[in-house]
């Protein structure tokens, strides 16, 4: 079965820092998705990375992928309040048509 | 943008009922919709793919006769729960995508289950 670990579990960061979320997996695969979800709502899908040393960024959020460390990171940059969510990571094991979720990270940003 | 309407947002019903939920993409033809079950604080599972007009793929694990998905049209897809007991209770997502899973989705509200 696919593993997909995300470290950390839970994040409080202070206005203004910069951190790194991670997201680990198991298997072979260069498609990986990370979304967002705020409290009691649906997912937003934040961003789609479809090869080895993709990255994509979306103002304060900058996301890449490592195909090859098996390892996709998640990178806030001055971290504001709004960014407050959890995140997840989900990869995509398309050959095995397996789809599977990270753990979640909770981030909460302090003023 | 594009939107996808999720309905009901709760239900609330008593073990036994059996429950339909909806999801609508409303200004685009979504080909393909996608079921996601949450479980409370924890994390998320895709549960099927549905393609319109063709029956859909289950994920491992997930019973295909408790979970009925109906995709009868490229903006109408429905999650039936079927004698639905408490634990079957969770956070039910759907998204719809023009295309498959690494195209771009676009959730519904979601939908809170709770069986007594």
């Known amino acids: 079965e696919l593993k997909v670990e995300q470290n950390p579990l839970f994040l409080s960061m202070q206005e203004g820092k910069n951190y790194t979320i991670y997201c680990n997996y198991s298997?072979?695969?260069?498609?990986l998705y990370w979304y967002r979800q705020d409290p009691g709502k649906s997912l937003e899908s934040l961003f789609v990375?479809?090869?080895?040393?993709a990255v994509k960024q979306e103002g304060r959020l900058m996301a890449s992928l490592d195909t090859k460390a098996r390892l996709s990171t998640l990178h806030i940059t001055a971290a504001v309040h709004d960014l407050s969510a959890t995140y997840f990571c989900?990869?995509?094991?398309?050959?095995?048509?397996?789809?599977?979720f990270g753990t979640g990270t909770s981030l909460t940003v302090i003023p | 943008g594009a939107v996808v309407s999720q309905h009901p947002s709760r239900v609330i019903c008593k073990s036994g009922t059996s429950v339909k939920i909806e999801c609508r993409s409303l200004?685009?033809?979504?080909?393909?919709m996608f079921w996601y079950r949450q479980f409370p604080k924890q994390s998320l599972m895709l549960m099927a793919t549905?393609?319109?007009?063709?029956?859909?793929?289950?994920e491992q694990g997930v019973e295909k006769d408790k979970f009925l998905i109906n995709h009868a049209s490229l903006t109408l897809s429905t999650l039936t729960v079927t004698s639905a007991h408490p634990e079957d209770s969770s956070f039910y997502i759907c998204?719809?995508?023009?295309?498959?899973?690494?195209?771009?989705?676009?959730f519904g509200d979601g939908t809170r289950l709770s069986i007594l």
């Open positions: 998204s719809a995508s023009q295309g498959r899973r690494d195209q771009p989705q676009h």
């Open positions: 298997t072979t695969s260069d498609r």
């Open positions: 990375l479809l090869s080895n040393g």
């Open positions: 989900a990869v995509d094991e398309y050959t095995g048509n397996q789809f599977y």
């Open positions: 200004d685009f033809q979504a080909t393909t």
């Open positions: 549905s393609n319109e007009g063709s029956k859909a793929t289950y």
